[in-house]
């Protein structure tokens, strides 16, 4: 989403440069917004999605459990009759990558677990 222009025209690269550095050298603070980091791992963040497919699959279904019959046969209907019939429940959580390097850390003996053998 872009910004609107401050005036009648979008400013050039040199004149958003200046009022840059005008605002640094006059000391005004700069803000910075920035997202959260997600700190979730893989797995849990599988778990999370796949309970939130679970969740919509159940809405849809009450959606499609109120809509009146005439509607039913639309193609809304039958889009949600489509997500109503998948199978959710057989989804696996997806196991480690063997290439991954934490993985290859743990596959392997320490260097001091060596030596001493």
């Known amino acids: 989403m872009s910004r ?9 690269d040199a004149e958003r440069q ?10 005004m603070p700069v803000i910075r917004i920035r997202r959260p980091i997600d700190r979730r791992g893989r797995a849990q963040r599988w778990d999370d999605t796949v309970a939130t497919l679970v969740s919509l699959q159940a809405e849809y279904a009450a959606w499609l459990e109120t809509m009146p019959e005439a509607t039913r046969d639309s193609a809304t209907g039958d889009a949600l009759q489509a997500v109503v019939d998948l199978d959710l429940a057989p989804i696996p959580r997806p196991q480690a990558r063997l290439d991954h390097p934490s993985t290859r850390r743990s596959m392997h003996r320490s ?3 060596h030596r001493q053998s």
Not at 4 to 12: E, F, L, Q, W
């Open 111 to 113: 260097k001091d677990e």
């Open 18 to 27: 200046a009022r840059h550095r005008a605002a640094q050298a006059a000391g």
């Open 4 to 12: 609107h222009p401050i005036g009648d025209r979008a400013m050039t």
